[in-house]
């Protein structure tokens, strides 16, 4: 009795030191067999929970772990394992113990599914991206694609869209975006070919994306205008679709629509997307300006918000007041900041409108002002300011900027009386704007609705109402769980 006492004693601390690999292992094996499931009965959202999934594990994932699910899910000695199994840093001794002591018990598949195979490529993938090993990242994502275009399955589509977005960072990452555009494009073709929606939705992004970093703007509208349209699949990609398509329209300088554009991907961006939400409320915050219109203080004191938006906060702040030596002190102060964002070329469209808002302050506060005070209140620092001045004031009286007249003979800007604003149409104007917008949010909620398929034929018992309605509160966890990894 006392040695068996003993014995138990001296197992116990080996079961209570055993590494959390195993935990990981298990939660990726769960994994598999839901894409299997879902690759046998043709369910393409249950491969969709199974990246889902696997966005929760991407932080405890190590080499001893992925070795072990390769060897589960892979059979040894197959050309994709021992490609994988290349990619993969060595193991500590330790860790290789562990290997061996668990991969005895497992029972490898013979012939894996191309689903689980492409799995395999994308968790390798996320590994190497996450661990910065840029160089290896590059050849898995390479070799993924490669597999990729000899598979033509619908359950593949949605592991097949994740590929391609790691395929072009780890290309970005190392600097060679421009490598790769010739293979997206051929990829959108087969993707179009294929009818893989999500697949063209994530490829036409890609291809957005890798134009716009080399400020090719017309090249980038050219495609957008000629790809084939349809309905979002994804609401991360079309967040990012709205903000390529703010972009472009901010340069071809169609601000109003730019600025529907930008304001509408910060609303949809899911809520743990913040780098993704500060990139679109700075490019909205320089269109808004651009437009004459000034953001609110809210807009800077979103939470989390503060620090990244505060030089387009002083910013606005002079394009407020008017003040054109204020203007040019913070765009000289922040101006790395506005080169980082790439926004410096936006910002000096706006000196224009800094004039502007100071002009317009003058024709509101003095009946009339001579064009030498207007060129000194203004700060022009040119060689001629009243000549300047009186260009200035003439321009914005043609644009309808200021409601004033100019004396040429006597050197005056003469204001007129402001009439009330409620006699004209922009309050009818205004109030149609926001229902408008108001009917367009409701028709997209209306369309993102969605439903079992043949609900309408077939009444669902209790238990299968019970099982579904869990499904559904699994789902809306995890997606709103779900990290900013996408973004």
């Known amino acids: 009795m006392t040695q068996d006492v003993e014995m138990k004693e001296q197992q116990q601390p080996s079961n209570s030191t055993t590494p959390s690999s195993p935990s990981t292992l298990h939660h990726l094996k769960e994994i598999a067999s839901l894409i299997e499931t879902g690759a046998y009965a043709k369910e393409s959202r249950r491969i969709q929970k199974a990246v889902r999934l696997t966005n929760t594990l991407r932080r405890k994932l190590k080499t001893s772990v992925l070795h072990a699910f390769l060897d589960f899910a892979l059979s040894a000695g197959s050309e994709p394992f021992n490609r994988l199994i290349s990619y993969l840093p060595k193991e500590d001794e330790h860790e290789m113990e562990v290997d061996t002591a ?47 275009k000899n598979l033509n399955k619908r359950t593949v589509d949605v592991l097949a869209s994740r590929l391609y977005s790691y395929y072009s960072l780890s ?50 509208e050219k495609l957008r205008s000629k790809a084939p349209r349809f309905e979002a699949h994804s609401n991360q990609q079309f967040c990012r679709y709205l903000f390529y398509l703010g972009k472009i329209r901010t340069i071809q300088l169609e601000y109003t629509d730019a600025k529907e554009s930008l304001l509408q991907a910060a609303r949809k961006a899911p809520a743990a997307a913040l780098a993704f939400r500060v990139q679109c409320n700075k490019w909205a915050i320089i269109v808004r300006l651009l437009l004459g219109e000034i953001p609110e203080r809210t807009v800077f004191m979103q939470k989390g918000m503060e620090n990244a938006l505060r030089p387009y906060f002083e910013l606005t702040n002079a394009v407020r007041i008017g003040d054109l030596e204020l203007f040019k002190s913070i765009a000289e102060k922040f101006s790395s900041t506005f080169s980082t964002d790439r926004t410096h070329n936006l910002i000096v ?40 001045a009186e260009s200035i004031v003439a321009k ?3 644009d309808g900027a200021i409601d004033a007249t100019l004396d040429r003979v006597n050197g005056w800007m003469v204001s007129k009386e402001t ?69």
């Open 419 to 487: 009439g009330d604003i409620y006699s004209t149409n922009e309050p009818q104007l205004a109030f149609n704007s926001r229902i408008a917008f108001c009917l367009n949010m409701h028709n997209e909620a209306v369309r993102a609705l969605r439903f079992p398929p043949n609900s309408h034929k077939e009444k669902e018992s209790a238990e299968k109402r019970r099982e579904r309605q869990q499904q559904e509160q699994e789902l809306a966890k995890h997606i709103a769980e779900e990290d900013d990894d996408e973004f």
């Open 171 to 220: 290309y970005e990452l190392t600097g060679d975006l421009a490598e790769i555009r010739g293979n997206l494009l051929a990829l959108h073709r087969i993707a179009t070919l294929r009818h893989d929606e999500l697949g063209q939705e994530t490829l036409l992004n890609l291809l957005l994306r890798n134009y716009l970093h080399y400020n090719l703007y017309d090249q980038a």
């Open 102 to 148: 668990t991969s005895v018990t497992q029972a490898p598949a013979k012939h894996p599914l191309p689903e689980l195979e492409i799995y395999c490529y994308l968790l390798v993938l996320i590994f190497l991206i996450d661990q910065k090993k840029h160089n290896e990242a590059k050849a898995c994502s390479s070799a993924s694609i490669a597999r990729l």
């Open 349 to 388: 469209r706006l000196r224009h409108n800094v004039i502007r808002t100071g002009l317009r302050n003058i024709s509101i506060s003095y009946s009339r002002i001579s064009l030498a005070d207007v060129a000194k209140k203004l700060r022009l620092d040119s060689a001629n300011p009243v000549a300047d």
């Open 396 to 398: 914005a009286i043609r």
